[in-house]
Nanobody, 124 residues
């Protein structure tokens, strides 16, 4: 049974920071790329970051580039998303997913296997 568990969300003021974690079980995460996605109320799910199996290459959506950093610790089966300079428009439920790809600058999940998500609210 494959499981992904996101954590680290919460309420933060604009300009603040949060670090999200995605911990996998039931499979070896170093066999897969891992992506972070988010969905704001009333909007489509957006791919925001993708990290390769090796962790050497990372990709970001324009909306978060320069503010968010993805990293992974394969020994812990965990992928992180460090979020800095948060804006109210970053408010969303954040999901991680196994297998991601970048097509024409857009990040997609190939397997569409998601965790339950963690809520990030950016508000003053």
């Amino acid at each position: 049974q494959l499981q992904l568990v996101e954590s680290g969300g919460g309420l933060v003021q604009p300009g603040g920071s949060l670090r999200l974690s995605c911990t996998a079980s039931g499979f070896t995460s170093d066999y897969y790329s891992i992506g972070w996605f988010r969905q704001a109320p009333g909007k489509e799910r957006e791919g925001i970051s993708c990290i390769t199996i090796s962790g050497i290459s990372a990709y970001y959506a324009d909306s978060v580039k320069g503010r968010f950093t993805i990293s992974r610790d394969n020994a812990k089966n965990t992928v992180y998303l460090q979020m800095n300079s948060l804006k109210p428009e970053d408010t969303a439920v954040y999901y991680c997913a196994v297998d991601c790809a970048v097509v024409a600058g857009t990040i997609f999940s190939g397997m569409a296997y998601w965790g339950k998500g963690t809520l990030v609210t950016v508000s003053s």
